[in-house]
């Protein structure tokens, strides 16, 4: 019963609309992208962000690392033992290999002296571990554990034992995003070891890749070993990228479609090498360089 000139509360509390809300939260978020997208102001947010929830991460991880480091423990003894045997008998079956390999080094210099060729410029290295993939089901993305502290930038390249992995994308102080090749938005300069033929590499569905854009009647077969050609200054040139798995042409089409399989193991998660920027020569090497190109010129030019 009400007193008089007294409304009683409502039994249920109204606020907006849910549709109203569902608006206002729609609109706020594209608000957010966009502005993240062209101006970045969510990227300091972001970085902070990801700082203070890596010690959760590394927590949340040591339950498992335990795990698995008691299990390989407990289940690798013999297999060691077997491994340093057959080290041992490999070792003494390339000793020939390994007393002649310093004597074959040399040779090699010399002879690239004698031939004028140019020396190899010196790259350093980063060994960074893969923690885990990316939240994005959309994208062929991992985390690895060396960011902006250990001098890794943006658009370096990453490789592992067989070949180019990816490319960092983004760094974060302590951690770091690399793109694997079979992202549908990775495309990489390419040769084709066997006639030197240059193209792209696109990634595409099925953890695999694509060469598009090659004329039906271009000269590759299944088989092809693809490496980069260094034309986009961010890869080596001369590093394995992929083999050839299928050609398909046909005649209504002008193009081939073209798969191939990475040479990478890029859903194996292990060690990583990230690829710093190329070192610069030794000045001896520079001023050599500087005056034999004249006498290259001229040379040239007498031949012709």
């Known amino acids: 019963m009400s007193v008089v000139g007294h409304q009683p509360p409502p039994f249920f509390r109204r606020g907006p609309a849910p549709l109203a809300r569902l608006a206002f939260f729609v609109i706020l978020s594209l608000a957010l992208l966009v502005l993240d997208l062209k101006y970045r102001y969510l990227e300091l947010a ?21 795990y698995e480091q008691l299990g390989d423990y407990l289940s690798s003894l013999a297999a060691v033992q077997r491994e340093n045997v057959q080290l041992k008998r490999k070792e003494l079956e390339s000793a020939n290999w390994l007393l002649r390999q310093q004597h074959l080094e040399l040779e090699n210099q010399r002879l690239r002296e ?10 350093s290295g980063t060994i960074a571990e893969i923690l885990y993939t990316a939240r994005d089901p959309f994208s062929r993305r991992v985390i690895v554990d060396k960011g902006g502290q250990h001098g890794i930038a943006a658009g370096q390249a990453v490789v592992d034992e067989a070949g180019v992995l990816g490319q960092v994308t983004r760094v974060y102080p302590l951690q770091s995003e690399v793109t694997l090749v079979t992202d549908k938005n ?59 798995l299928r050609v398909e042409r046909d005649a ?18 292990g060690q990583v090498l990230i690829l710093g920027s190329r070192e610069a020569l030794p000045p001896q090497v520079a001023e050599t360089e500087a005056r034999d190109k004249p006498a290259k010129g001229r040379k040239a030019r007498r031949k012709e």
Request: glycine share 10%.
């Open 46 to 66: 972001r970085q902070g962000v990801a700082t203070a929830l890596y010690p959760l991460q590394r927590a949340a991880y040591v339950p498992v690392d335990l």
């Open 114 to 123: 004698l031939l004028d060729m140019k020396a190899r410029q010196p790259v």
């Open 186 to 244: 990775q495309a990489v300069p390419v040769k084709i070891v066997r006639n030197g033929l240059r193209t792209a590499l696109f990634g595409a569905s099925g953890g695999q890749l694509e060469l598009r854009f090659l004329a039906a009647n271009a000269d590759v077969q299944p088989g092809d070993l693809l490496v980069t050609s260094g034309l986009d200054g961010v890869y080596l040139p001369g590093l394995p990228v992929a083999k050839v």
């Open 252 to 269: 209504a089409y002008s193009f081939a479609r073209i798969l191939c399989e990475p040479a990478a193991g890029v859903e194996k998660h």
